[in-house]
Each structure stands twice: as C-alpha cells, then as structure tokens.
C-alpha cells in the first residue's frame, strides 16, 4: 500500500527499534569525500517528505533518530531535515561518518557493527575542530549494553583517547578534555590506523 501510492518504505532495526521509515521524495546528489584512506566520490540520497521515522523518532517525540545510513552498495542515504547541508554536523558527522562505513564494508565485508561505529566515530574526531564532539561521544559512551554498538564504540573511544592523553582508564571529566582537540585529532587518527 506504501509503495503503490508513490511512497519509499525501509523496516528493521536501529539500535534495537523497529522502523518504519517511509518517506515520500528523493534527490541523488554526488559528493567528494575527504577521509584518511583518500579523496572518492559518494552518492548521497537526500531522503524527504517523512511520514515516519521509525518507533525511536516517535517515542521521543522528534527528538531522536537517525539522520541517515550507509548501504551495502556505497550509497549514503540522508534524512535531509536533520541537517544544515552546511554544517560540521551534516558534513563531518553524516557525511565522513557514513563515507567511511561504506569505505570500511566495501574493505572489510565482514566487519562488525561496532567497529564500523568505532572507525567512523573516530574519522568524526579526526575533522572535528573543538572539544563538542568529544565530549558527546563521552556522554554518550557505556559500555554495559553491548547490543548498543553506538554506545560501546564511545565508550572504547574515549577509553583509548583517555589511556593515550591522561594515562588513565576513562577519563569522564568533560572539563578536562577541553583544549585537547589537537591531541584527540593525532591520536585518533593513530588509533584508527591499528
């Protein structure tokens, strides 16, 4: 019924919740994308027109929800509402994030959720020019829901930064991250070279 009445539809699951996702327009845009392992071109598919976005986006009343995903093809499909297509947001944490999924399945088929979270998360890092995205990724980091890969991947990203910038296990004083942006750049990009 969806279909026939000229909507798109995607089921499953993010991060434990049911979709749907159904959504009434698309534009396909090309963008070149500067991540560590070099410069390509990526197919972004600017989803609009949403009529759901999934049980998570419902239950928090808009408040959460995800912006968008990486195909098994390479494609990179956006929830246009969600972002400033000029943004740090839109174009480090949508678009280098998701590059770098598509970049890592196509490398590593059999990579697991949590690491593609743990690689992207960290090229995030790697652009991100002030302490913000740290310590959002140290909000949001627990490592007692493995089924939460978002969640386990800050939790082993800031435990490594930590490790590597405070000789400590986790450090979870946000002030203490501040003006440490240049250390969690070079260091990211270390611990996503290993």
């Known amino acids: 019924m969806v279909l026939s009445e000229g909507y798109s539809f995607l089921g499953g699951e993010t991060q434990g919740i049911l979709g749907p996702y159904i959504w009434k327009d698309t534009e396909e845009v090309i963008y070149e994308v500067d991540l560590p392992s070099g410069k390509e071109l990526y197919k972004v598919i600017m989803l609009e027109g949403f009529i ?49 999924h598509a970049y890592d399945k196509r490398v590593n088929p059999n990579i697991t959720s949590e690491a593609l979270e743990y690689r992207a998360k960290l090229v995030e890092l790697v652009y991100w020019n002030n302490d913000e995205k740290i310590k959002s990724f140290l909000r949001e980091a627990d490592s007692t829901n493995i089924t939460n890969t978002h ?44």
């Open 52 to 100: 759901s976005r999934s049980w998570m986006d419902y239950i928090s009343m808009g408040l959460t929800g995800t912006g968008g995903w990486a195909k098994d093809d390479g494609t990179l499909c956006c929830v246009k509402q969600c972002y400033d297509l000029g943004s740090d947001h839109f174009l480090i944490s949508f678009l280098k994030h998701e590059a770098q």
């Open 151 to 194: 969640a386990m991947a800050a939790y082993r990203i800031v435990s490594g930064l930590s490790d590597r910038i405070f000789d400590c296990e986790f450090q979870s004083d946000e002030k203490a991250w501040h003006n440490k942006t240049a250390l969690v750049q070079k260091h990211s990009l270390e611990m996503l070279s290993k």
